[in-house]
């Protein structure tokens, strides 16, 4: 098993205990959260996207667009003598105009939804992960866009070493 096996596994599962939370676009449209691994995928844009004629465009940056989304990431591997470790970071990113500013809630409500599910089911499919998790928000208000993280430890299956003659 790898650790690619891992995060695909986990965009699936977080993407499937977001579905209950009412999340929006910067367009204000209901979206639900999409999971992306290692990074934002790059977006191509409009030449014109960075002059005065692109006002249509919209204030925000092309990445806007993928707003709702969480990063997964594995950063490090620690392997032991039998087993495996992957430290992983999941990183969220929601979008929040509403004048009731509940955005830091609604994004408490979704670290919270994720690491009670995984406390309470550390099993997934053969990875499984230590109960012991951070879940963070960022400091600076950086109103209508909210960020938050989890940082995770997985164990990975060890894989079988083979007798050679």
Known sequence: MTSNRLEERLIRKIEE??????????????RKLKGYQGSLPQISVA???????????????????????????????????ESAEARVYL????????????????????????????????????????REMKAVTQEEDTYPYFFGGIEMTWCIPDVEIEERE
Do not use: H
């Open 17 to 30: 205990l977001a579905g209950g939370i009412g999340l929006t676009g910067t367009d204000g449209t209901y």
């Open 47 to 81: 030449e014109d996207w960075a002059t005065e004629e692109s006002g249509s465009l919209g204030d925000g940056g092309p990445e806007d667009a993928l707003i709702p989304y969480c990063i997964v990431r594995t950063t490090e591997i620690d392997f032991q003598d």
């Open 91 to 130: 990183v969220f990113c929601l979008y929040d105009k509403d004048s009731s500013m509940k955005g830091n809630q609604t994004m408490w409500n979704l670290l919270n939804r994720i690491t009670g599910y995984f406390r309470a089911n550390p099993v997934l499919d053969a990875f499984w992960c230590r």
